[in-house]
């Protein structure tokens, strides 16, 4: 062993000149490459891609970090370890922006031409696709970029569309007219999954709809009145006697003069309005399933654009969805068909990417059959051949998997795989197979694209170049991901795996937290509360940002962030720091020898090692049972309370010992522990563990701690007499320097300190001396309490300090006496508050618990100060 020269550590620890350095040399050594190895293991995990346009969020940072850390704790652990990035096309994303920016420019998309447009689609994917993944090294990740891929490679892209050839001529694949939800500002169809719903304040209209034949008519309440223009029935209830009479009558629907049938129908609810419904089959999913029942006409009133198109009265044609609203009520109410207008509160779904209502809409698409693919994706799940962590998502799995529909594939874009169908110029008969027709002049290809999702969903297996590498690496291990993913992607993996490779595609699911400011609310750009991590890394450095947002981020509950929480991290990593150059400083012109490790023992020695080995137990139990978040902290307490604040403290009087042997002897153990560490933290902390690890001994070109052994556990080093002894050290110490704090004792004056007690040796009362700045040290079972002294009682014994000579007795009391009474009026006050119901009952939430801790901490400061008082008499 031979540390470096102390001219080469920095007195203080500088991310930025370390990060890049360590992780250029990682890239350059290849490091995280990865190679089909029979005499290995392989962990796999295949990253969930980022689209190409994207930028790293906080979100990201967690997701990454977590597969970062699994990544480098197996390859450590001798797994031939890979972890494939990449990026996805993100069709709807991507084709919007370059859209914005052509209008920008003046120019029209369907102008110009589908193969144009996607040339500068092409060019701002070249321009802005390696943004993220640029950041993504910033943070460290150990990916293999050799193996980086696109969903629209050429072999990616082949994959794709042959799937799709394969399930069409399976007959999983069919072309139909459905009801959809249409994104009217993509002017695409979008899936269920893609449609979040908004609570919104709105109106519900009562409108008057005259029986024909009749004087009377029937009162409908809609929350669309602009659909009317579109209604082809009215529904009732079966049961409904108020309206029995008039079912197989007909009403005459105002504006349009069209007449509709009255129907009955079970769907509708007696309680809701006035128990009859407009129905318009073509604008709205359940009228759409009673327009089936009945044979109802299906009026479609739009364009891809949500205008009014030619099946609505002249008047009415080519107006936007809300004006055609607006002009609609008031023309009913010139013909006093409205009854009423209410106040209405009501979801309504808009587009996930859009940011626009969504339109249910009449369309013909392409659909994938999901219920043979689903059962066995659900199968694997219920019998553990999936886990899920936290479990709890299993629920939610099964209930969506257990009501799915048919899954609408095709989207009304340019930019991604362009569904292989052709169409016969004259007969429009269907060519489906995996190269063109050989007389393609005949022919015209379909125009839509696929969903995103219907590409991603073989990422598992076909980011793989070969079926030998598909053989060697598939299944991979573990998926890391957002829950609001679980059906878009999860859900169709775990289909395709089944389906295309018989077996799943991962063993394991960890689903993220959601970050949130401190707040509660959902980090975006409009909030601005959602901090560019860029800059956290500039600031902090990227391992105290990896650190922090894990160690902040239990499994399966939200993670409250905001930036200057990574001082914690930071302050990890400079706790690290400073104790390294302490060893090394301390090290230099030492002759080093593996030879002395087992010299010179003593029982700080075996209880450190105990410590570690009991810390490196329960880290591996940790991060093999997915508790990242308890891994970090059983880190952190043994490197900050037992390493650092403990074994370098009950070290220093050999440190400085003039014995070179024993000095040697105690910094080769405590070096080489040291290194083991960094293991430990290197997953979470990558820069600052290499830094270090190359610091503490010479290494040759080219290695790295990233690929040195993982320490293994050694039972027989646990030694829970050693764990005892130190344990009771620290009572001791810990019960001295709260005395010297309450009672206000100068750390540099020495002291007497009584102990009660038999148990203690002298090896213990040598290190309680030496490091609570004890002068007189009196232990016997038999002592009585000296006069003026405090006290205090540790593991069971009686421990005092004589305080006369140490301290001004009188002044003290005083002081003492003057601040129980300033916090006995401040407790009368908030306890005045608390006991108040109405101040309860209203006050914010958080103001009540404010005020609760502080009655809690001053009604402990209180008994504390008294015990004190009495001590002092």
Same mark, same amino acid.
């Given at each position: 062993?031979?540390?470096?020269?102390?001219?080469?550590?920095?007195?203080?620890?500088?991310?930025?000149?370390?990060?890049?350095?360590?992780?250029?040399?990682?890239?350059?050594?290849?490091?995280?490459?990865?190679?089909?190895?029979?005499?290995?293991?392989?962990?796999?995990?295949?990253?969930?891609?980022?689209?190409?346009?994207?930028?790293?969020?906080?979100?990201?940072?967690?997701?990454?970090?977590?597969?970062?850390?699994?990544?480098?704790?197996? &390859?450590?652990?001798?797994?031939?370890?890979?972890?494939?990035?990449?990026?996805?096309?993100?069709?709807?994303?991507?084709?919007?922006?370059?859209?914005?920016?052509?209008?920008?420019?003046?120019?029209?998309?369907?102008?110009?031409?589908?193969?144009?447009?996607?040339?500068?689609?092409?060019?701002?994917?070249?321009?802005?696709?390696?943004?993220?993944?640029?950041?993504?090294?910033?943070?460290?990740?150990?990916?293999?970029?050799?193996?980086?891929?696109?969903?629209?490679?050429?072999?990616?892209?082949?994959?794709?569309?042959?799937?799709?050839?394969?399930?069409?001529?399976?007959?999983?694949?069919?072309?139909?007219?459905?009801?959809?939800?249409?994104?009217?500002?993509?002017?695409?169809?979008?899936?269920?999954?893609?449609?979040?719903?908004?609570?919104?304040?709105?109106?519900?209209?009562?409108?008057?709809?005259?029986?024909?034949?009749?004087?009377?008519?029937?009162?409908?309440?809609?929350?669309?009145?602009?659909?009317?223009?579109?209604?082809?029935?009215?529904?009732?209830?079966?049961?409904?006697? &108020?309206?029995?009479?008039?079912?197989?009558?007909?009403?005459?629907?105002?504006?349009?003069?069209?007449?509709?049938?009255?129907?009955?129908?079970?769907?509708?609810?007696?309680?809701?309005?006035?128990?009859?419904?407009?129905?318009?089959?073509?604008?709205?999913?359940?009228?759409?399933?009673?327009?089936?029942? =009945?044979?109802?006409?299906?009026?479609?009133?739009?364009?891809?654009?949500?205008?009014?198109?030619?099946?609505?009265?002249?008047?009415?044609?080519?107006?936007?969805?809300?004006?055609?609203?607006?002009?609609?009520?008031?023309?009913?109410?010139?013909?006093?068909?409205?009854?009423?207008?209410?106040?209405?509160?009501?979801?309504?779904?808009?587009?996930? &990417?859009?940011?626009?209502?969504?339109?249910?809409?009449?369309?013909?698409?392409?659909?994938?059959?999901?219920?043979?693919?689903?059962?066995?994706?659900?199968?694997?799940?219920?019998?553990?051949?999936?886990?899920?962590?936290?479990?709890?998502?299993?629920?939610?799995?099964? =209930?969506?998997?257990?009501?799915?529909?048919?899954?609408?594939?095709?989207?009304?874009?340019?930019?991604?795989?362009?569904?292989?169908?052709?169409?016969?110029?004259?007969?429009?008969?269907?060519?489906?197979?995996?190269?063109?027709?050989?007389?393609?002049?005949?022919?015209?290809?379909?125009?839509?694209?696929?969903?995103?999702?219907?590409?991603?969903?073989?990422?598992?297996?076909?980011?793989?170049?070969?079926?030998?590498?598909?053989?060697?690496?598939?299944?991979?291990?573990?998926?890391?991901?957002?829950?609001?993913?679980?059906?878009?992607?999860?859900?169709?993996?775990?289909?395709?795996?089944?389906?295309?490779?018989?077996?799943?595609?991962?063993?394991?699911?960890?689903?993220?937290?959601?970050?949130?400011?401190?707040?509660?609310?959902?980090?975006?750009?409009?909030?601005?509360?959602?901090?560019?991590?860029?800059?956290?890394?500039?600031?902090?450095?990227?391992?105290?940002?990896? !650190?922090?947002?894990?160690?902040?981020?239990?499994?399966?509950?939200?993670?409250?962030?905001?930036?200057?929480?990574?001082?914690?991290?930071?302050? !990890?990593?400079?706790?690290?720091?400073?104790?390294?150059?302490?060893?090394?400083?301390?090290?230099?012109?030492?002759?080093?020898?593996?030879?002395?490790?087992?010299?010179?023992?003593?029982?700080?020695?075996?209880?450190?090692?105990?410590?570690?080995?009991?810390?490196?137990?329960?880290?591996?139990?940790?991060?093999? +049972?997915?508790?990242?978040?308890?891994?970090?902290?059983?880190?952190?307490?043994?490197?900050?309370?037992?390493?650092?604040?403990?074994?370098?403290?009950?070290?220093?009087?050999?440190?400085?010992?003039?014995?070179?042997?024993?000095?040697?002897?105690?910094?080769?153990?405590?070096?080489?522990?040291?290194?083991?560490?960094?293991?430990?933290?290197?997953?979470?902390?990558?820069?600052?563990?290499?830094?270090?690890?190359?610091?503490?001994?010479?290494?040759?070109?080219?290695?790295?701690?990233?690929?040195?052994?993982?320490?293994?556990?050694?039972?027989?080093?646990?030694?829970?007499?050693?764990?005892?002894?130190?344990?009771?050290?620290?009572?001791?110490?810990?019960?001295? &320097?709260?005395?010297?704090?309450?009672?206000?004792?100068?750390?540099?004056?020495?002291?007497?300190?009584?102990?009660?007690?038999?148990?203690?040796?002298?090896?213990?009362?040598?290190?309680?001396?030496?490091?609570?700045?004890?002068?007189?040290?009196?232990?016997?079972?038999?002592?009585?309490?000296?006069?003026?002294?405090?006290?205090?009682?540790?593991?069971?014994?009686?421990?005092?300090?004589?305080?006369?000579?140490?301290?001004?007795?009188?002044?003290?009391?005083?002081?003492?006496?003057?601040?129980?009474?300033?916090?006995?009026?401040?407790?009368?006050?908030?306890?005045?508050?608390?006991? +108040?119901?109405?101040?309860?009952?209203?006050?914010?939430?958080?103001?009540?618990?404010?005020?609760?801790?502080?009655?809690?901490?001053?009604?402990?400061?209180?008994?504390?100060?008294?015990?004190?008082?009495?001590?002092?008499?």
């Amino acid at each position: 062993m031979k540390v470096k020269n102390l001219d080469d550590i920095p007195k203080a620890y500088n991310p930025k000149e370390v990060e890049d350095k360590w992780y250029k040399y990682w890239e350059d050594n290849k490091i995280f490459h990865s190679e089909i190895d029979d005499t290995k293991e392989p962990y796999t995990i295949v990253i969930p891609p980022p689209n190409v346009t994207g930028m790293l969020h906080l979100g990201h940072i967690l997701n990454n970090t977590l597969q970062d850390v699994y990544i480098r704790y197996k &390859r450590m652990k001798g797994f031939n370890a890979l972890w494939v990035p990449g990026t996805d096309h993100a069709s709807i994303a991507t084709e919007s922006k370059v859209v914005k920016m052509l209008q920008e420019q003046g120019i029209d998309k369907h102008k110009i031409g589908r193969e144009e447009f996607l040339k500068h689609c092409w060019s701002w994917t070249d321009k802005y696709g390696g943004i993220i993944i640029s950041q993504l090294r910033k943070l460290g990740v150990s990916c293999d970029w050799e193996r980086e891929r696109f969903t629209m490679d050429d072999r990616y892209y082949k994959s794709v569309t042959d799937t799709f050839v394969d399930l069409y001529k399976e007959g999983l694949i069919y072309r139909g007219y459905r009801m959809v939800n249409w994104d009217p500002a993509s002017k695409s169809a979008i899936s269920d999954e893609e449609v979040v719903f908004r609570e919104v304040q709105g109106h519900l209209w009562y409108m008057k709809y005259p029986i024909k034949d009749s004087d009377e008519f029937l009162i409908v309440a809609t929350t669309r009145p602009e659909t009317m223009l579109g209604d082809t029935g009215v529904a009732v209830n079966p049961n409904d006697e &108020r309206y029995k009479h008039l079912i197989g009558k007909k009403v005459i629907l105002p504006i349009v003069e069209r007449e509709i049938p009255i129907f009955a129908d079970d769907y509708v609810d007696l309680e809701f309005g006035t128990g009859c419904v407009k129905v318009t089959p073509a604008h709205d999913v359940n009228d759409y399933a009673m327009g089936q029942r =009945h044979k109802l006409e299906m009026i479609n009133i739009f364009n891809d654009d949500a205008t009014t198109n030619n099946n609505v009265p002249k008047e009415f044609v080519g107006l936007e969805r809300y004006v055609v609203r607006k002009k609609v009520v008031e023309t009913l109410q010139k013909l006093c068909a409205i009854e009423k207008i209410e106040d209405y509160r009501n979801k309504v779904g808009y587009s996930e &990417r859009g940011g626009v209502p969504i339109e249910p809409y009449l369309s013909e698409q392409w659909f994938m059959k999901m219920d043979d693919l689903a059962k066995p994706a659900l199968d694997v799940v219920c019998e553990g051949k999936v886990n899920f962590h936290p479990n709890h998502w299993i629920k939610t799995y099964e =209930h969506w998997m257990g009501n799915i529909r048919d899954w609408c594939i095709s989207r009304q874009l340019w930019w991604g795989h362009r569904i292989p169908v052709w169409y016969h110029n004259e007969t429009n008969e269907i060519y489906c197979e995996k190269e063109p027709p050989n007389d393609i002049e005949n022919y015209h290809q379909e125009e839509d694209v696929l969903d995103t999702w219907a590409s991603s969903w073989l990422w598992a297996q076909d980011v793989f170049d070969s079926e030998a590498e598909q053989k060697y690496y598939y299944p991979t291990n573990l998926l890391v991901t957002g829950p609001d993913i679980i059906f878009f992607w999860v859900a169709r993996m775990i289909m395709a795996g089944m389906k295309f490779m018989g077996d799943v595609p991962f063993r394991d699911v960890y689903f993220t937290s959601i970050i949130r400011d401190e707040k509660g609310r959902k980090m975006s750009k409009s909030l601005g509360n959602s901090p560019d991590p860029i800059d956290v890394i500039n600031n902090y450095g990227a391992d105290a940002l990896r !650190f922090t947002i894990n160690y902040l981020a239990p499994l399966g509950q939200d993670v409250l962030f905001n930036a200057e929480q990574t001082e914690l991290g930071r302050n !990890f990593s400079n706790k690290i720091w400073n104790a390294a150059r302490f060893l090394l400083m301390n090290a230099q012109e030492i002759e080093l020898s593996d030879e002395l490790i087992d010299k010179h023992i003593d029982f700080t020695d075996k209880w450190i090692q105990s410590r570690f080995q009991n810390t490196l137990q329960k880290f591996e139990t940790a991060l093999d +049972n997915f508790d990242v978040n308890g891994a970090t902290k059983i880190i952190y307490h043994f490197v900050w309370n037992d390493f650092c604040d403990w074994y370098i403290e009950l070290s220093k009087n050999r440190m400085y010992s003039d014995d070179k042997e024993v000095k040697a002897a105690m910094l080769t153990r405590s070096l080489s522990l040291f290194a083991d560490m960094m293991k430990l933290i290197h997953p979470f902390m990558p820069f600052i563990s290499e830094e270090i690890w190359q610091l503490l001994d010479e290494r040759k070109d080219g290695e790295s701690i990233s690929t040195a052994e993982f320490p293994k556990q050694n039972l027989k080093l646990i030694n829970e007499d050693a764990e005892k002894e130190i344990e009771f050290v620290q009572a001791v110490v810990t019960a001295i &320097r709260n005395i010297r704090g309450e009672m206000n004792i100068p750390p540099s004056k020495a002291i007497s300190v009584y102990l009660k007690s038999d148990t203690l040796t002298k090896v213990q009362q040598k290190y309680i001396k030496s490091i609570a700045r004890v002068e007189e040290l009196i232990v016997d079972v038999n002592l009585q309490k000296p006069k003026a002294s405090a006290s205090a009682i540790v593991k069971g014994f009686d421990l005092f300090i004589p305080l006369e000579g140490l301290i001004d007795l009188d002044v003290e009391r005083e002081r003492t006496e003057k601040e129980i009474k300033r916090l006995e009026g401040m407790l009368i006050g908030v306890n005045k508050k608390l006991s +108040n119901e109405r101040f309860v009952n209203n006050a914010p939430k958080e103001v009540v618990e404010k005020e609760k801790a502080k009655q809690t901490d001053w009604q402990n400061s209180l008994s504390k100060l008294r015990i004190v008082l009495e001590d002092l008499k």
